[in-house]
Each structure stands twice: as structure tokens, then as C-alpha cells.
């Protein structure tokens, strides 16, 4: 009866396609849901395009800190309208359903870990936004899994943008982004870094380098989404 009045009162849309939906739904109606664009094809090691002739376009020939990378669906479609809504539209409440089909890709593939974390955001865009989606999926996939959450890195304030670089430029500009956070000492524990968009696998690379230098024993990252890196092959 509570969710019927806040629907009347509060009326909610759908996130994919605009459509009324039940607040309980997450601002996702069974449609959209049935319409996600999941990746049936990918490296089995960093979730990138399906490699030709054996050699992936992405990791292979480089240090790769990650001992997996998984990826839900590719950013296009459905997917790309509810990480754009809970980004930019502000709808953080998408972060429940987002995190609810990480941990089916999870389970899907039998992946635990000790700890679970995210790619973190300086403190300028963090007050721009007013949230990291990385940390709000991250949550909520420790919430269902019972798993704990932690912030485990850092980002430095000051560093270029990833976003008109190459796929070559990418991997050298991130070096040193990132940091462990004060007291993570992870002594050996296995970590799973949750952040929303997959496109050249810099990111959350640097990342595991810095979780492997605070101690982990190994790091599996999971992103919602993989953009399209054919354009950065040519820069």
C-alpha cells in the first residue's frame, strides 16, 4: 500500500525507455530489462573485444596487474541510457538494479573475494557530481553478497584527462593517478574493483597495480559496460 501511494505522489520512469514504472522496479521496466545488450563474445581475460588470430587489441603485450576483467554488456543501448541517467540525470536509485546485475554475472561465473571496492573520484569531481556511481554500484553489490566494502584508493587531484587520448597514450597517462588510501594494508586479501565503464582497461589496470603494491594477492575488476575502443586504435 506504501509503494502504491508513493507512486501516485512520486511517479516514476523508466530509465531505458521513458516509460511509467513502479518505483519498486528500480526505474526499470521488464522490457528494457529483457532488451540489455549483455556480451556473449570477449577476451577472457580483459573483457575487450574478441580477439583476432589469438592477440587481443587491449592486453595483450601489456602488464596486466588485473587477474580478470569482467564486463556485464557493452555500452550501447539500454545499458548506456541507465549509466547516463544514474550519472549525468542524477537517478542514483539506478544504482540498485545496476548492482543487482553485477552480482548475476558474478554468480554466473563463481567469482568471491575478500573485499570489494571501486575506482575512486578526486575530491573536485566528487563535489561536482555529488556521488561516485562506482561507489554507489560497489555498495550495492556488497550489500547482496555480504562481501565488505571499503575504500581502498585514491585519486590525485591535478592529472590530464583520459578522454582524447589513444589507446597507447591512455595506458601511459594514467600511471600515478591513483593511490592506496591511508591504512590499506591488504596482507594478502583478494579484492574486487567495481567501476561503471570499460573502454581501454588503463583505469582499472593502474588501479590493480596500486591494490597489488598495498598487499593484495589478487585483483578481478568488474565493469558494467564496454564502450567502443576502435576509434583510439587510431590515434
Not at 511509467?20 to 545488450?37: E, G, H, K, T
Not at 539506478?94 to 573485499?115: F, Q, T, Y
Request: charged share 25%.
Amino acid at each position: 500500500m506504501i509503494e502504491l501511494f508513493a507512486d501516485i505522489l512520486f511517479p516514476s520512469r523508466c530509465a531505458g525507455c521513458g516509460r511509467p514504472v513502479s518505483s519498486q522496479m528500480n526505474f526499470l521496466c521488464s522490457s528494457c530489462a529483457r532488451a540489455i545488450p549483455f556480451l556473449d563474445r570477449s577476451c577472457p581475460v580483459c573483457s575487450g573485444p574478441e580477439p583476432e588470430n589469438g592477440t587481443c587489441t587491449v592486453c595483450s603485450g601489456r602488464r596486466w596487474y588485473l587477474d580478470t576483467n569482467i564486463t556485464v554488456a557493452a555500452y550501447s543501448g539500454i545499458m548506456k541510457n541507465l549509466l547516463r541517467e544514474l550519472k549525468f540525470g542524477k537517478v542514483r536509485r539506478l544504482h540498485a538494479v545496476l548492482g543487482a546485475l553485477a552480482c548475476d554475472e558474478l554468480s554466473a561465473r563463481g567469482v568471491s573475494a575478500d573485499l570489494i571496492t571501486w575506482v575512486p573520484m578526486n575530491a573536485k569531481k566528487l563535489r561536482h557530481r555529488g556521488f561516485n556511481q562506482s561507489e554507489l554500484i560497489a555498495r550495492a553489490v556488497s550489500k547482496k553478497t555480504g562481501i565488505p566494502s571499503r575504500r581502498l584508493l585514491s585519486e590525485r587531484s591535478g592529472t590530464g584527462k583520459q578522454r582524447e587520448l589513444g589507446l597507447r597514450d591512455r595506458f601511459i597517462n594514467i600511471l600515478g593517478r591513483y593511490e592506496a588510501a591511508p591504512g590499506a594494508r591488504l596482507a594478502g586479501q583478494s579484492v574486487l574493483l567495481v567501476d561503471d565503464i570499460f573502454t581501454t582497461g588503463a583505469t582499472i589496470n593502474e588501479c590493480a597495480r596500486q591494490l597489488m603494491n598495498a598487499g593484495a594477492r589478487s585483483v578481478i575488476s568488474l565493469t558494467m559496460a564496454r564502450a567502443d575502443i576502435k576509434r583510439l586504435e587510431k590515434k
